[in-house]
């Protein structure tokens, strides 16, 4: 047939992995793209033995019966990463060949489950203070109406837990829009030297009341970025808070600032700033996933100390849109290590 020898030409002309099988469920034809997803011997093979996912099988069984187009999702993985492919079954008129096309739909999948799980984790972590202030409400309305003593320490609660869940919704507003403004670079002048300083007379109060002391190592030249200023004291506040929250009384916070004329992650001039603490530790295991939105060491100790969980990820957008970089060392029973790498404005 004319159109046997025509398809390989036709296939080539499409972007997307495309192949064809016959009524014998043979593949007859297929572009580079295809070859390179499901392999050069798969030609002339029976495509259950190529493709071998139930779903696919059985879009293409029912469309060479009733000849109406099907949709099924492929799975690939080339041993490090997961792919999946939408794919788009359609019957040639007037012959028997089918012909499957396979568009990535990997990030859209991706996209569709983080958005599940962002609205999955947000429910819960405001479910369980709006629980709580449900129960203490009904408590004070019945049995506890004229009890002065239990009202004063369910009321000290309740303020707890509001302001719990102000601080999420507050953080929750600076995560979108740290977000929009991700791809925007910044180009206001700013000495870090400056925004340190500042945030570290925020912070004192705090320090003290944790008994904790900052030794900041900033050193007297200038430290000159382009920058958002208000950002870069929020990601230097949620790290040298986060120091001082789990870094234990009676302990130090080192702040180190240090220049480098090439960085290899920035390849270029960039700034080192290092906050250093001595509490516990964080398990090595933890580390790759911290700045994960509401991604928790530990669950509890992180709820009791005010966390959210959404501090780190806000600091990886902002530094994202800086062009910057944080780099976490730990060890158990010794301290932690948050570098922060910020592209140095050199003359």
Excluded: W
């Excluded at 798969?42 to 493709?51: E, G, M, S, Y």
């Excluded at 008129?93 to 396979?102: A, K, M, N, Q, W």
């Amino acid at each position: 047939m004319v159109i046997r020898t025509l398809l390989p030409d036709l296939l080539a002309a499409l972007p997307l992995p495309t192949l064809a099988v016959d009524r014998a469920e043979r593949i007859v034809a297929m572009n580079a793209a295809a070859s390179s997803l499901v392999g050069d011997a798969a030609l002339d093979r029976h495509f259950i033995n190529v493709l071998r996912q139930p779903t696919i099988v059985d879009a293409v069984e029912q469309c060479q019966r009733d000849d109406k187009p099907r949709e099924a999702h492929y799975l690939s993985s080339d041993g490090i990463n997961d792919t999946t492919f939408q794919v788009h079954v359609r019957k040639v008129p007037g012959t028997d060949y089918v012909v499957l096309s396979f568009q990535d739909i990997t990030q859209v999948t991706k996209a569709s489950k983080m958005r599940r799980d962002f609205v999955a984790n947000v429910s819960h972590e405001l479910r369980t203070p709006l629980t709580s202030l449900m129960g203490f409400i009904e408590t004070l309305r019945g049995p506890a109406r004229d009890d002065a003593a239990t009202r004063d320490r369910f009321l000290g609660i309740m303020t707890g837990e509001a302001e719990r869940m102000n601080r999420l919704v507050g953080d929750l507003l600076s995560l979108s829009r740290v977000e929009a403004e991700e791809r925007v670079r910044p180009t206001e002048r700013v000495d870090l030297r400056n925004v340190l300083q500042s945030t570290l007379r925020n912070l004192t109060p705090l320090a003290v009341e944790a008994d904790v002391k900052l030794v900041p190592r900033l050193g007297t030249a200038p430290l000159p970025i382009n920058g958002d200023a208000d950002q870069l004291m929020q990601v230097f506040t949620n790290l040298i808070e986060n120091a001082i929250k789990y870094g234990g009384s009676a302990k130090s916070v080192e702040i180190d600032v240090e220049t480098t004329l090439r960085d290899p992650s920035l390849r270029g001039a960039a700034l080192h700033v290092t906050i250093t603490d001595h509490g516990a530790g964080i398990d090595p295991l933890h580390i790759p996933r911290l700045t994960e939105r509401f991604y928790r060491a530990d669950n509890h100790r992180s709820r009791a100390l005010g966390g959210t969980g959404l501090g780190l990820a806000i600091v990886k957008h902002i530094l994202n849109r800086h062009r910057g970089r944080m780099k976490i060392t730990s060890t158990l029973g010794q301290g932690s290590q948050f570098t922060v790498v910020l592209p140095l404005e050199t003359a």
